[in-house]
């Protein structure tokens, strides 16, 4: 069974960069028709889609966000990550990632989530 | 604001059947039978209820359904229970310059 668990500080200051890994376990993270996501929540809010990428290194992102994050993938460690430049306290958020199916474009499994707060 | 319009609540007694409605355009729900619907209980991870608008993954009980009219999908949960009292998200794949949208989430009550 595939499980994904994010990694990375809690904490990050305005103008710098936020970084976060999410390991996969249970499963190659090159195997099937899947690919890998970023979303996130702020407190109180809705669900927002960062970006994805597929095992070909291939990425697409979010319009609105498209201009300060970076998704990469390692296959070798089984883990992929996010980046995100230039963060403000609007960037404060539970982040998650998750697996989403090529053919029907649902996501899952997804991961615990993490807690970023942008605060100086 | 959130792409896709969900009420912000609703409730049912035990045993009631409820609908969730998530309304969106002709660029994204109207568009594509690629619709999902999520499960999330406070503090745990988002779970896959329905996928391609009315599709339900092996191990979601039969209770919880999905259609799509137009640009609106629908959730019902039938047979209320109260495990089943969660927010509930719904995702719609938007095309390639957007590619996915979230609605802003729907608490259940179960009364």
């Known amino acids: 069974q595939v499980q994904l668990q994010e990694s990375g500080p809690g904490l990050v200051k305005p103008s710098q960069t936020l970084s976060l890994t999410c390991t996969v376990s249970?499963?190659?993270?090159?195997?099937?028709?899947?690919?890998w996501n970023w979303i996130r929540q702020p407190a109180g809010k809705g669900l927002e889609w960062i970006g994805r990428?597929?095992?070909?290194?291939?990425?697409n992102y979010n319009p609105s966000l498209k201009s300060r994050v970076t998704i990469s993938i390692d296959t070798s460690k089984n883990q992929f990550s996010l980046r995100l430049f230039f963060v403000t306290v609007a960037d404060t958020a539970v982040y998650s990632c998750a697996r989403g199916y090529t053919y029907d474009d649902w996501f899952d499994p997804w991961g615990q989530g993490t807690l970023v707060t942008v605060s100086s | 604001q959130s792409a896709l319009t969900q009420p912000a609540s609703v409730s049912g007694s035990p045993g009631q059947s409820i609908t969730i409605s998530c309304s969106g355009t002709s660029s994204d729900v109207g568009s594509y039978n690629l619709v999902s619907w999520y499960q999330q209980h406070p503090d745990k991870a988002p779970k896959l209820m329905i996928y391609g608008a009315n599709r339900r993954p092996s191990g979601v009980s039969n209770r919880f359904s999905g259609s799509k009219s137009g640009n609106t999908a629908s959730l019902t949960i039938s047979g209320l229970q109260a495990e089943d009292e969660a927010d509930y998200y719904c995702c719609s794949y938007a095309g390639s310059t957007t590619f996915f949208v979230f609605g802003a989430g729907t608490k259940v009550t179960v009364l």
């Open positions: 990428i597929y095992t070909s290194g291939t990425t």
């Open positions: 249970g499963g190659s993270i090159s195997s099937g028709s899947f690919y």
